[in-house]
């Protein structure tokens, strides 16, 4: 293929990618639109792995895709204009040469995020031109780039853990020419040598908020991450603000999506259990709780952290959550009025008590956070008055730290 015609065949593909987003209402900001317009998303991801074992295997199987071979060409061009993630490192491997093909055994450790959630994070942050912005986590550096493109030269830092990716995703970036720096280092630090920032988007997710982070965010500053639990199932989306006079807002929901979380952070899962399930979904009884609707993210989240210890099995049939530790499980249906429980837990009577209280709070579906200076206990509330549901967040996991460099 010409120089000519590949550079027409992914001016062809952004633009298709775009005009998706933006016919869907996702994409609003013409700063953003631009930049993704223009944005090579070849040269930041040029391979990728794709899956070919179904859930559960163990070794996992993989094949991946090399963009520059004639065999992988359309697939690889799929995915990295396509709205999933793209799969770029098993097991903080090296990153310069990579054999093309199948591929046995080990787990991601880097990968870009969810284009849509991309999208969704960027215009949150209401990027400008001339702003500080930060990144912690940035893999290959895809939002880094969007925000480096909107900022301006030298305005966009990140920091990343991996020795590999920080020099594969620095050495892309530099063929772009858009003067952003990727540092290795403890993204749980931030980057304390460049001051404040008046933007930081976290690419991982944390239990609760690093002080260094708090620290480092600017007056007028605007600050978005994910605050994981245990389980992957209902995320949390944490948007902090720091006033003009220095005053911290912060302000929790739950979604969809969220971010992986960092380096020693344990999830629960329920695939072991789904033979069992299969074979004993439980005893049966009656229930005035009907299952929740999937998009009851306030509710949801509330019982990520409230009903401690489970994990929802999106992939059964009928709602399915699965308290792994305790071997208890609970199983919706049949019909509204009915559950069936398994083990020492009742988890759909927690659920009960759970929704009860929920709906006593006013069914929130944003919570504040008081985060102090980030030292001290964060703590989670729907609201002011006496039914208002609270929490308090755990700490951060232990695990080998890293100077920022």
């Known amino acids: 293929m010409s120089l000519d015609l590949q550079a027409e065949t992914m001016n062809t593909l952004r633009t298709a990618m775009v005009d998706r987003l933006t016919e869907a209402g996702v994409l609003t900001d013409p700063r953003l639109r631009d930049a993704l317009l223009h944005m090579p998303r070849e040269v930041l991801m040029p391979h990728a792995y794709v899956r070919v074992s179904g859930p559960g295997a163990d070794p996992i199987?993989?094949?991946?895709?090399?963009?520059?071979?004639?065999?992988?060409?359309?697939?690889?061009?799929?995915?990295?204009?396509?709205?999933?993630?793209?799969?770029?490192?098993?097991?903080?491997?090296?990153?310069?040469?990579?054999?093309?093909?199948?591929?046995?055994?080990?787990?991601?450790?880097?990968?870009?995020?969810?284009?849509?959630?991309?999208?969704?994070?960027?215009?949150?942050?209401?990027?400008?031109?001339?702003?500080?912005?930060?990144?912690?986590?940035?893999?290959?550096?895809?939002?880094?780039?969007?925000?480096?493109?909107?900022?301006?030269?030298?305005?966009?830092?990140?920091?990343?853990?991996?020795?590999?990716?920080?020099?594969?995703?620095?050495?892309?970036?530099?063929?772009?020419?858009?003067?952003?720096?990727?540092?290795?280092?403890?993204?749980?630090?931030?980057?304390?040598?460049?001051?404040?920032?008046?933007?930081?988007?976290?690419?991982?997710?944390?239990?609760?908020?690093?002080?260094?982070?708090?620290?480092?965010?600017?007056?007028?500053?605007?600050?978005?991450?994910?605050?994981?639990?245990?389980?992957?199932?209902?995320?949390?989306?944490?948007?902090?603000?720091?006033?003009?006079?220095?005053?911290?807002?912060?302000?929790?929901?739950?979604?969809?999506?969220?971010?992986?979380?960092?380096?020693?952070?344990?999830?629960?899962?329920?695939?072991?259990?789904?033979?069992?399930?299969?074979?004993?979904?439980?005893?049966?009884?009656?229930?005035?709780?009907?299952?929740?609707?999937?998009?009851?993210y306030g509710f949801w989240l509330a019982a990520a952290y409230l009903v401690g210890g489970v994990v929802r099995d999106f992939q059964a049939d009928t709602m399915t959550l699965v308290a792994p530790e305790s071997d208890s499980w609970a199983v919706a249906g049949p019909g509204d009025d009915t559950v069936r429980v398994h083990g020492p837990r009742d988890i759909w009577a927690e659920l009960e008590a759970l929704h009860a209280r929920w709906e006593q709070a006013g069914r929130p579906d944003a919570y504040h956070v008081d985060l102090g200076d980030g030292s001290a206990e964060q703590r989670v509330v729907s609201a002011a008055h006496t039914k208002a549901l609270g929490w308090a967040l755990p700490p951060l996991p232990s695990v080998p730290r890293q100077e920022s460099r």
Do not use: C
Not at 125 to 151: D, F
Not at 181 to 207: C, F, K, N
Not at 279 to 285: L, N
């Open 61 to 296: 199987e993989w094949r991946l895709l090399d963009g520059a071979h004639p065999d992988d060409r359309e697939e690889w061009l799929g995915l990295i204009h396509g709205d999933d993630s793209v799969l770029l490192q098993r097991d903080g491997e090296p990153l310069d040469t990579l054999p093309r093909g199948p591929v046995t055994g080990g787990h991601m450790t880097s990968m870009s995020t969810n284009l849509l959630v991309t999208v969704e994070i960027l215009q949150n942050l209401r990027l400008e031109p001339g702003l500080r912005y930060l990144e912690l986590g940035p893999g290959p550096g895809v939002s880094l780039t969007l925000a480096a493109a909107v900022t301006g030269r030298h305005r966009a830092v990140g920091v990343e853990r991996d020795a590999h990716m920080t020099a594969f995703t620095q050495r892309n970036l530099d063929r772009l020419g858009l003067a952003a720096t990727v540092l290795e280092g403890d993204a749980l630090d931030g980057h304390p040598q460049g001051g404040q920032y008046d933007r930081i988007h976290s690419g991982i997710g944390v239990p609760r908020v690093p002080r260094a982070w708090l620290e480092q965010l600017a007056p007028g500053g605007r600050l978005l991450t994910t605050l994981t639990t245990r389980t992957p199932s209902w995320p949390g989306r944490l948007e902090v603000i720091r006033t003009p006079t220095g005053r911290l807002e912060a302000t929790l929901r739950g979604g969809p999506r969220g971010y992986r979380p960092l380096l020693g952070y344990r999830w629960l899962n329920a695939i072991d259990h789904r033979a069992r399930i299969k074979a004993d979904p439980g005893t049966p009884r009656a229930t005035w709780l009907a299952p929740p609707a999937d998009d009851a």
